[in-house]
């Protein structure tokens, strides 16, 4: 499975994004999906993962209210819907496959596809 994340760009605080991740085929349907991101000088953290199905989703709590994670199988896409975006929400922002847990894990050791990161800048 390769994944292609997409959306990034530069946006005031209070604005949104919404970022994308295409998967290279349907195998992708059955795993569930995370959004990671990792700052400068900081390590890779987690953001939200939704089930294979779309059934559940989970978030990060710093980001829980203003982000909403989605999956459409039959585009085989993934989005990352970003509201309210602060300063602190600037990272790289990375999409990444689990074909271990049918919810998704909380880390990224737990994910064995990635795809190459797409850049967030939040301006205040």
């Known amino acids: 499975v390769q994944l292609q994340a997409s959306g990034g760009g530069l946006v005031q605080a209070g604005g949104s994004l919404r970022l994308s991740c295409a998967a290279s085929d349907r195998t992708y349907n059955y795993y569930a999906m995370g959004w990671f991101r990792q700052a400068p000088g900081k390590e890779r953290e987690f953001v939200a993962a939704?089930?294979?199905?779309?059934?559940?989703?989970k978030y990060a709590d710093s980001v829980k209210g203003r982000f909403t994670i989605s999956r459409d199988n039959a585009k085989i896409t993934v989005a990352l819907q970003m509201n309210q975006l602060k300063p602190e929400d600037t990272a790289v922002y990375y999409c990444a496959a689990d074909p271990n847990n049918l919810s998704g894990g909380y880390y990224s050791r737990e994910y064995d596809y990635w795809g190459q990161g797409t850049l967030v800048t939040v301006s205040s």
């Open positions: 939704i089930s294979w199905n779309g059934g559940s989703t």
